[in-house]
């Protein structure tokens, strides 16, 4: 099955700066999400995204769903200790239906250092 | 409280000794599914389910089962696990086609190591 790309794979960052990470696909998506994995938890949705060009925030959380709708950028402001975690993108082809052609990144590791 | 609970959390097999991961959701969700994170690889989805007695396929689904016999409960079966079983499962669960929005909730994830 396909995987989407995402990058960077890990970043550590200095406690207060802006961090951006970004996903690429081969393929048109028509709903983009971000999922954020706390250190021995489940993934938890942030932020979806269902129209090319949207731009969406969720307290310092910003995502873009890009005009090609191949790609989807995601931007945390003035990081926080517990910002740490592994950040996953996931597209699907539709805007309705299940989560059964959900398609998952493979992830971006954050630490932050103090 | 709304959730999925996978059981066990951890859990260190042999080669070839069966064994099954449940999961159970208690938002009356449709729509099930496992996945396995490993590093790299990110989230693949293994099985999946559109409501009771409904299974198909994911993306690697090889040496893997899975049952579907009440709304609630999806167990994932290994019938003869093997050392590239060794991984972090986790089982999710979304409305279905009524009502879903994206949003798959996750259970908090079983460690399974095959010696």
């Known amino acids: 099955g396909q995987q989407l790309n995402q990058s960077p794979q890990s970043m550590f960052i200095q406690e207060g700066e802006d961090v951006s990470m970004n996903c690429t696909s081969s393929s048109i998506f028509n709903t983009w999400l971000w999922y954020k994995q706390d250190p021995g938890e489940g993934p938890v949705l942030l932020i979806a995204l269902y129209k090319a060009g949207e731009l969406t925030s969720n307290g310092r959380l910003t995502a873009q769903f890009g005009i090609t709708r191949k790609d989807s950028f995601l931007n945390i402001s003035a990081s926080i200790p517990s910002d740490v975690g592994i950040y996953f993108c996931?597209?699907?082809?539709?805007?309705?239906?299940?989560?059964?052609?959900?398609?998952f990144g493979t992830g971006t590791r954050l630490q932050v250092t103090l | 409280e709304a959730q999925v609970t996978q059981n066990p959390r951890y859990l260190i097999t042999v080669t070839g000794k069966k064994l099954t991961v449940t999961c159970s959701q208690n938002?009356?969700?449709?729509?099930m599914s496992w996945y396995r994170q490993d590093p790299g690889l990110g989230l693949r989805q293994i099985y999946y389910?559109?409501?009771?007695?409904?299974?198909d396929k994911g993306d690697v689904p090889e040496g893997y089962k899975v049952s579907r016999k009440e709304k609630r409960n999806f167990p994932l079966i290994l019938e003869s696990p093997s050392p590239n079983q060794t991984s972090l499962y986790f089982c999710a669960s979304s409305l279905g086609l009524a009502g879903y929005t994206g949003e798959l909730f996750f259970g908090e994830g079983s460690r399974l190591t095959v010696l």
């Open positions: 938002m009356n969700h449709e729509y």
């Open positions: 996931a597209g699907q082809p539709f805007r309705t239906g299940t989560a059964s052609k959900l398609t």
């Open positions: 389910s559109m409501n009771v007695e409904v299974t």
